[in-house]
């Protein structure tokens, strides 16, 4: 089966990457790019300055741009990837939804909201069930179903595989966040060159809130949020892409370093096309992982871990993963794989 797929935002960073993604993809087909009126009705190589590294895909640079709106999108598009800015997405993807089109979105908006399940496949597959209660609840005859914040991505495999063997009390992380996070005007040459910023707006609230609902129990109605207690401080330093973490993490059941190693390792991927095969990529290094070594990890959609430390309540490792690949278009992509793998297309 092939799912004809629409992306909104097509011209930006996330939304180049999905179409670097999409276009190869076995089970989805490119039919429609949307982007803002300025740039609808030209081609996409016309509207977009493309930054990928890779060159644009040639069937699709002669594709025509049309304005966000559902009606400028055709009918049998089955499947919507939503890179919009979240101030637009907020507006905008209701609208989608409402028109009948299922919706995965790497927007912020709604992430937190009761009814939208915010998925991480080989996380918490189960709560892709709350668009029943969404269905039901907003009388959509489409569907909206969110991937977490590109540093929540990030962290969150290694806290499951912990949760899931000693039960997670606490967790505390600082970042060491990419600047292709912030999107290609995001953060000035001059502010980030020789430089660190310790402060990125709204981003330790998102990781905070986004790792309880992800690790959260779903009871065929609401999603109970985790109870552990996570605090959050988040840096921009001169990396162009791979967010690398420190975490520590207080446990009910004591770990040790091997055993917290083994549970990395045994957070296997899901029977989807985007999954990688090992999730998480233990590293024996003291100094690993890094982000130019690292962030391309199965092909940029697994998590680095190493550095592995017990401490008094639990144990403290460091992370990394590819924050536009797993971190954005590629969690997007891999969601709607398994939307179409649970029937919602």
């Known amino acids: 089966m092939t799912v004809r797929v629409g992306v909104l935002g097509a011209t930006g960073a996330v939304g180049q990457r999905l179409i670097q993604l999409l276009d190869p993809h076995p089970d989805f087909e490119l039919a429609a790019l949307t982007a803002s009126e300025s740039s609808a009705g030209k081609t996409y190589r016309e509207a977009a300055k493309w930054r990928v590294d890779a060159p644009i895909p040639e069937d699709v640079a002669e594709m025509e741009v049309a304005a966000t709106d559902p009606g400028e999108v055709p009918n049998d598009v089955d499947l919507i990837f939503s890179s919009l800015p979240s101030s637009v997405g907020e507006r905008v993807e209701p609208g989608f939804c409402e028109a009948g089109y299922v919706v995965s979105s790497n927007s912020s908006n709604g992430r937190m909201d ?46 499951k595989a912990l949760d899931d063997e000693f039960t997670l009390t606490d967790v505390t992380v600082s970042t060491l966040q990419a600047v292709s996070g912030a999107g290609y005007s995001g953060v000035s040459s001059m502010e980030i060159i020789d430089n660190a910023i310790p402060h990125i707006g709204g981003e330790e609230k998102k990781m905070e809130t986004e790792s309880r609902k992800l690790l959260g129990s779903f009871d065929g109605a609401e999603v109970h949020h985790h109870e552990m207690d996570v605090a959050a401080s988040c840096n921009r330093i001169p990396t162009l892409d791979g967010h690398l973490e420190n975490v520590w993490t207080d446990t009910e059941a004591d770990v040790t370093v091997e055993a917290a190693e083994e549970a990395f390792r045994s957070m296997t991927g899901v029977d989807l096309p985007s999954s990688p095969e090992q999730l998480i990529k233990v590293f024996d290094e003291p100094d690993r992982p890094q982000p130019r070594l690292d962030r391309n990890v199965e092909d940029g959609m697994g998590v680095a871990t190493g550095g592995v430390q017990e401490t008094t309540d639990g144990v403290q490792f460091n992370c990394l993963a590819h924050n536009t690949m797993r971190g954005a278009a590629g969690a997007s992509v891999l969601n709607g794989e398994l939307l179409l793998d649970q029937g919602y297309l």
């Open 114 to 159: 009761d009814d939208i399940p915010l998925t991480i496949p080989e996380v918490n597959p189960d709560h892709l069930d709350l668009l029943e209660v969404q269905r039901d609840e907003r009388g959509w005859d489409g569907a909206m179903v969110k991937n977490p914040n590109c540093s929540t991505i990030t962290m969150v495999p290694p806290l």
